[in-house]
């Protein structure tokens, strides 16, 4: 099983930056798609960005393009969300995803994912 954690949540305001991180354990996620996803409230949750095994597939919700990076580190079992020049639509809780399934692509669906994060408030004012 694995668990992951999120941290680095806040309330900011438009233009800040913020960096979230997503912790691994219980079993390694080297060989695993990642993926953040996020929910505002009244909302499906999207999905954000993907990443896969070796950081050479990388996807992006249209809307964060430009501005959210994307990161893994494995050897640390980490995941990150690099968040610049926020926008107050970008308010919502964010979750860190782990498919246990190995593919070159990952997926942007929510559906796919086996483990979950318990998210983490992010707060944009204007």
């Known amino acids: 099983q694995v668990q992951l954690v999120e941290a680095g949540g806040g309330l900011v305001h438009t233009g800040d930056s913020l960096r979230l991180s997503c912790a691994a354990s219980g079993h390694t996620i080297a060989d695993y798609p990642l993926a953040w996803f996020r929910q505002a409230p009244q909302k499906e949750r999207e999905f954000v960005a993907t990443?896969?095994?070796?950081?050479?597939?990388?996807n992006y919700v249209n809307s964060v393009k430009g501005r959210f990076t994307i990161s893994r580190d494995n050897a640390k079992e980490m995941m990150y969300l690099q968040m610049n020049n926020l926008k107050p639509e970008d308010t919502a809780v964010y979750f860190c995803?782990?498919?246990?399934?190995?593919?070159?692509?990952?997926?942007?669906?929510?559906?796919?994912?086996?483990?979950w994060g318990q998210g983490t408030q992010v707060t944009v004012s204007s």
């Open positions: 995803a782990a498919e246990a399934t190995w593919r070159s692509e990952p997926e942007t669906s929510r559906w796919p994912y086996d483990y």
């Open positions: 990443i896969n095994w070796d950081s050479s597939r990388i």
